[in-house]
């Protein structure tokens, strides 16, 4: 961005075309009119001229109901041409921030002019102010921007994006700012009575499954001779009836087989 040099007593020692910069500013003399515009000497060997539109903001009819000849003037430098000896002058004072000097990422400071409830308008020196949405405000979140910032601060901004079509200009004031670091909550442990460090540890029973739940009572019944009965009464059958015996064989196998699984 071009710096929007103040002049007079500073820019009295610049003599060539070569040393003027946009938006440096003089106060000249009128020395012509004509229905174009004025001619203006602001001391330099090339006389600058001011264009009929630029003679003030609203439309001009005749270029001597605003300026005479003679007359002391303010203008600012408009646009220059060195190899063809031309300055172009303004009697109407320049934006700080023209559209096309406006970038993305450029930091820029400025006023809070309105505050809606979606986010704060910032004047920043462009032809409109720029709005930073209320997401863009801080890093915590907010249900009011009146919550944080209020009209006439001067905070300082980020450019996000500019739409030079729709001239509309989106900025943020967190982007400046570091992102807060959340702190982890440590675990509150359950409020019990205390094990002393040095205690020994109590062993848990373990539960038996039901298979080993099974596998005890097959086992008790081996024991107590309840198998053995029935192997007795399988030998006292064995001579009354051969099918007989193969069915209580079978039955007494699967039995046992059951019992030491």
Known sequence: MEANVVATPENAEITEITDVKRKMQFTGTVVKTSLAGAVVDIGLETPGVVHISQLQKEPVNRVEDIVQVGQKVDVWV????PKRERLELT????????????????????????????????????????????SEIT???????????????????????????????????????????????PVQKKKGKSTPTNAPEEKEEAI????????REAMGKTQSGVVEDELQTKSKLTNADPELDQILSRTLEHKVKTASE
Do not use: C
């Not at 038996?208 to 596998?215: D, F, I, K, S, V």
């Open 91 to 134: 009697m109407i004072e320049p934006l700080p921030l023209e559209w096309r000097e406006i970038e993305r990422g450029m930091v820029v400071k400025g006023k809070i002019t309105r505050i809606e409830k979606f986010g704060v308008f910032v004047e920043i020196g462009a032809e409109r102010p720029g709005l930073v949405h209320i």
């Open 208 to 215: 038996p499954t039901a298979m080993e739940m099974a596998l």
């Open 78 to 81: 408009r646009r220059i041409e």
């Open 139 to 185: 890093h915590e979140y907010i249900k009011d921007p009146k919550q944080v910032v209020h009209e006439g601060d001067e905070v300082e901004v980020k450019v996000l994006e500019v739409n030079r079509r729709k001239k509309q200009i989106k900025l943020s004031m967190k982007a400046l700012e570091d992102k807060p670091i959340h702190e982890e909550k």
